[in-house]
């Protein structure tokens, strides 16, 4: 039987591309307060939900935060990059999710909080500007300054280890190309400038040079091809993403395995976004936006499987739109019209209106994978995360097997990996009347 892993005793040094923006600074505030006391972590697994050990009759249901040994709260350590040079208490300011009254409850932390100099290029955020940039003649010189900085905030904070996250803004659309394929090819890209190369690759490169793992919470290329596949199974570094599970793709996630588990069929399903962020700002740009669509879009196809249900789900039409709308700010609105049918073809149809807060919802999805990808790290876990589905919209999976979309499987898978980390017994749900009659 192999060691179970211990607990941590020292320093989780978070990184975070992106650290005045609206979800990190809503991330970072919130886990301030709730090492004081001023708050629950709602919406995070790893702080507040159960795992069952064992059989129902043996009633073990101990919190994950229990039962794993996970950094606590009060060991996180937070920094990173950001295009603007102002404290994370300003940046929380200027993205209005979180009231002035509860930011002063955790000012001093938030006020001593600034970030580095950001990797940036307008080229691949249109929307955005930035003052607060690293100037170098070549990519690879930026990727160098970014390890650096790494190194840097590991020693100065006394960090043990470094988990780097990306929460910033959606890039513009790229497919993968022949520069991504391998290490080789990749780094003669970074050394001469190639335009395919983002910025977010370039944080993701300089994470995996150093032996960190690296979290993709948006749907940008990034680490999502060849030649990081290759090197984070090289260094034996974890690597997870694509863009965080929040809004509409979670109801879809739910309500898609709803529609097949019962074998109605789908004619059409119409989703509209507004939202008044800085999100939905760079999103407005149709480069951001292909990239976004291509990640909301994939979710229904592989739940559906119409490949082998044709007669319920043949050339059923998806339209996904996201509405740049100021007024509405933070404060996402969803909404979802699906055509579906029943019996002998009758057509019905479900609507849905979610009118939710996208800070609120990606912040403990932020946290628990910072803890759960640094777990992996210390099992011995390397290369894609797939366990960690459950929380991204378009979540990376080995290029030999189909992507499990479905929330509830993704749930199953999540909790079963903590249970063989652990050495417990994985579970099947199966019915122990039933394994008697065997």
């Known amino acids: ?71 606590d709260l009060d060991q996180i350590v937070f920094g990173g990059w950001d295009i603007r040079e102002e404290t994370a208490l300003d940046g929380a300011r200027t993205a209005q999710v979180l009231t002035e009254n509860d930011l002063l409850k955790v000012k001093d932390e938030m006020e001593a909080l600034r970030p580095m100099k950001a990797v940036f290029d307008k080229e691949w955020v249109k929307r955005l500007d930035g003052n607060w940039v690293k100037q170098a003649p070549t990519k690879w010189d930026l990727m160098e300054m970014v390890r650096q900085d790494i190194r840097d905030f590991k020693a100065q904070n006394k960090c043990d280890e470094i988990v780097v996250i990306w929460i910033g803004s959606t890039e513009v659309f790229t497919p993968a190309l022949d520069v991504h394929s391998s290490i080789e090819k990749f780094e003669e890209g970074l050394k001469n400038n190639h335009p395919a190369i983002s910025p977010s690759m370039i944080y993701a490169w300089a994470a995996l040079k150093e032996g960190w793992p690296y979290i993709n919470g948006a749907p940008n290329l990034t680490v999502d091809m060849g030649a990081t596949f290759e090197l984070a199974n090289l260094n034996k570094v974890p690597i997870a993403g694509k863009d965080f599970k929040t809004g509409q793709t979670m109801v879809k996630t739910i309500i898609s395995p709803m529609i097949k588990m019962r074998m109605l069929g789908l004619h059409g399903w119409f989703s509209t976004n507004i939202l008044g962020n800085r999100d939905g700002e760079v999103l407005d740009d149709p480069g951001s936006f292909k990239t976004k669509e291509e990640s909301k879009l994939s979710v229904i196809d592989s739940i559906l499987q119409p490949e082998l249900y044709p007669e319920l789900y043949k050339d059923y039409y998806h339209k996904v739109r996201i509405n740049y709308y100021p007024p509405r700010g933070d404060n996402k609105e969803g909404w979802d019209n699906i055509d579906i049918f029943g019996w002998l073809g009758y057509p019905m149809q479900i609507k849905i209106d979610f009118l939710c807060r996208d800070s609120i919802l990606a912040a403990p999805l932020a946290l628990d994978l910072v803890l759960l990808t640094n777990l992996a790290q210390r099992v011995g876990f390397y290369g894609i995360q797939e366990w960690l589905s459950f929380y991204f919209k378009s979540p990376m999976h080995s290029p030999d097997v189909v992507p499990e979309h479905d929330l509830f499987i993704q749930h199953i898978k999540l909790k079963n990996t903590m249970r063989e980390i652990m050495d417990e017994e994985p579970i099947d749900h199966i019915d122990e009347k039933i394994k008697k009659f065997k």
């Open 1 to 71: 039987m192999k060691q179970k892993p211990t607990k941590p005793q020292g320093k989780l040094g978070v990184l975070i591309v992106g650290m005045n923006g609206a979800v990190s600074t809503t991330f970072i505030a919130g886990t301030y307060a709730v090492r004081k006391g001023l708050g629950l972590p709602v919406g995070s697994l790893t702080q507040l939900a159960t795992i069952r050990i064992g059989k129902r009759s043996d009633n073990n249901f101990p919190k994950i935060k229990e039962f794993l040994p996970l950094y």
